[in-house]
Every structure is written in C-alpha cells, then in structure tokens.
C-alpha cells in the first residue's frame, strides 16, 4: 500500500529522513503516527526509526541532543522541528515486566518492528508513502481489530503496560480486540501490579478521555483488571455504572472523568483515593471541587456563595455530567448567578487585614479572620456594596 498524499507533518520531517538515507542508512516513519495517517486522524508525534546507530545519527546532523542514546534515541533539531529518531533494536529479556535488562542495536528493520505491542502500530512508511506493513496491520485495520505482534502472551510479559494501553487503544479506535490477544490480556492482569501507578493513570485517563471509551472500560471490566488498580479491588458493578451516562456522552477533561468515576465508586475519602493514584495536588482538587459541586446540586440550586466558591467552567462540567446522568439541569441560572457576583475572589474585596488592624485595632488571629469572611459572605450575598464608604460604614455600625 502506497499513502496518495503525504501528511503535512510527515512532508515537514522529509528532510531528517533524506539525510539519513543519503548517509547510507534506512529510515522510516514508524508507529502510532503510520496508523493514523492510513486511518486519517490527526497526527501527534512524529517518531522515526534508523539503522544507523546513535554516534552514526549525531554525525549526520550538526544539532542533536541525547534524550534517551542508551536505548538509542536521538533528537535531531532541525530548524524549528525536534524529531525522535531511534536506531532499530531488539530487546532482551524484560526483568521487571517494564524494561528490558538491554537493548542490542541492529541494522534490520524486521528485527525492530517484532518487538512493537499490536499490528496496527508495528507499520513503517518510508519517503515515497510506502507502507511497510510485515504484520498483516492492514489487513487488522481494514477489520478494526487489534491483534498483539507475533505470540500475545509474550508481548504483555515484556511490557504488562501493553495490557493498559489495548485498553485505551480500544477507545480511541473503537476497535475489538482479536480474541488470543485479549486471553493474554486476561490472564496476564495481575502483572499490573508490576507497573507503576503514574503510568497506569496516564493509560487510564487517555482510555476515559477517548471517543469509544465504553469500548475500552467494557474490556478492561471484563479482563477483571481493575482488581490490580488502585483502591479498585472488586468494582466491576460500580464501574458499569458509567455505561448509564448519555449514550454518546464524553468526557471534556480528565478532572470531569475522574470525578464520574469516582462518583459511580462511592469513594468516601476522594483525596486519599487521589493520593494513592499519585496524582498532582491541583488535579486532585479540581476533581474533589467537582464532586463537592455534584453533591451540591443533588440538594437543589446552586446559590450566590455556591458559585462563588468554585470557577464557572467546574460548575458547567458539573453540570453537563448531571445532564449525561439524566439528571435536570440549569447550565444558565448557573452562568448568571455566577456573572451577578459582585466579586470572585476575596483578592477583590475593597479592604484587607492590614486597614482592619490600621484603622480598627484588630489584632492578628481569628477574629480578624472572621470579620474578613463576614464581610466577604455579605459582598457575596449582595447585602453590602464593594466599595470603600459602605464597607467602612458597616464596619462601623458593627461596632
């Protein structure tokens, strides 16, 4: 098979490839980037394999960096471009289900494209648009299945991430898993626990954010991997629960889709459960802020201090997650009680601690604290004015 029309992306890069030819050596395009190029879809990164090796690569190139040269990966800068090139290699055995104990550099494109994780990403394309294809990957992506290079079992003992990422492939492609394939990655599950948490999340999060993700969750579910995921021992019911969402509902951040699950998960402590999937402190609050806001909204209508608490656009994703459940929503009594505030942040208010102990003799602790809450709640309830004179004359009648 033969691309009728080059991606821009692929025709910008045309130049680090000629290079390298012309040095005497092979080059191709190689990867998930082949695939979506055959498929259409937006190409992301640009990754292209070599047979020549990491010291051969820097010779041909005069601005190169070593981002990964131990297992053979060189980035070439090529004006404004940066460009991954990779010498082919094999792997040997893989002592920790994730790693290879080392990597042989090799001349042979065959060699190289053995050890990639399914046929749909072990395609080459070299400098014509030619499609190099030894694994029948056309064939599987004429059939929309995904099928594990050479011996199914042997690709996740390598690597048992592979088992995430045919998850997640799943929901980006809305492809079937060949049946072997998925037996290797049933019986193969408890090697997860191998794996390191933050990559298992990366996996995880892309899975919920894909166009099929039911696709993919429907897999994992019934893989039973979630058993060897963090606090997940045992959530098979629970986790079906998201099918009950809008039928062609997806997810418009990761923090929205971590909050549905763990909304479907009951989880009574959000922060540990977060804190245990080893994400960052910013994303574990926006994802509680959510699930606050969920909360909220199942007593009734959200008030002034309700929005002012968090930013319009969690409240909205608050609400369109009501609206996937069926739930009744009001996206614009939200949006204008938001707007009508007064202020958004006590940043905003006419005065701060430093006037109060100035001008009033409060001390610092908490009583200063709490007059400074009372007069934000009352700017935010709309009982008193932003402004200098009015906060001031409240201050006095306080007294």
């Keep these: 098979m033969k691309l009728t029309k080059m991606p821009s992306e692929f025709q910008k890069a045309l130049p680090v490839l000629e290079k390298i030819k012309e040095a005497g050596f092979e080059a191709y395009f190689v990867g998930g980037s082949v695939r979506d190029a055959i498929l259409n879809r937006p190409i992301h990164d640009v990754d292209i394999a070599t047979s020549s090796y990491p010291e051969e690569t820097k010779q041909i190139f005069p601005r190169t960096a070593d981002i990964g040269i131990e297992h053979g990966t060189v980035l070439v800068l090529d004006g404004d471009e940066e460009y991954e090139v990779t010498t082919f290699r094999t792997e040997d055995v893989y002592v920790d289900y994730r790693r ?78 060949e049946q072997e394939t998925f037996e290797a990655m049933k019986a193969l599950t408890p090697l997860l626990d191998k794996i390191s948490v933050e990559r298992i999340f990366v996996e995880f999060d892309k899975l919920l954010l894909a166009p099929y993700w039911r696709v993919g969750l429907s897999s994992m579910i019934e893989s039973q991997a979630y058993d060897y995921l963090p606090d997940m021992v045992g959530s098979q019911e629970k986790l079906q629960s998201l099918f009950d969402l809008e039928k062609d509902f997806t997810f418009e951040s990761s923090e929205q889709a971590w909050a549905a699950l763990l909304w479907v998960l009951e989880v009574e402590d959000a922060q ?59 996206p614009q009594a939200i949006t204008e009680t938001y707007e009508s505030l007064t202020i958004h942040d006590k940043k905003e208010m006419q005065i701060n601690g430093g006037i109060l102990i100035k001008e009033y003799g409060y001390h610092p602790g908490p009583e200063l604290g709490d007059v400074l809450e009372e007069i934000e709640y009352a700017i935010v309830d709309g009982n008193l004015d932003n402004e200098v004179e009015a906060i001031h004359a409240y201050l006095r009648e306080r007294k």
């Design 100 to 177: 290879p104990s080392s990597v042989s550099f090799v001349r042979s494109l065959e060699e190289d494209l053995k050890r990639r994780d399914f046929t749909v990403n072990a395609f080459a394309l070299d400098e014509t648009g030619k499609i190099v294809d030894l694994f029948d990957g056309l064939r599987d992506l004429e059939n929309q299945v995904l099928r594990a290079v050479g011996v199914a079992s042997e690709r996740f003992n390598e690597d048992a991430l592979r088992i995430m990422r045919g998850f997640r492939f799943q929901a980006s492609l809305g492809f079937e898993l």
């Design 272 to 330: 540990q459960f977060l804190k245990h999937w080893k994400t960052s402190r910013q994303f574990a609050k926006q994802v509680q802020n959510l699930l606050s806001i969920l909360a909220l909204r199942e007593e009734g209508e959200l008030g002034n201090r309700d929005c002012y608490r968090f930013d319009l656009d969690l409240l909205l994703q608050a609400e369109n997650l009501r609206r996937a459940q069926g739930k009744e929503v009001n």
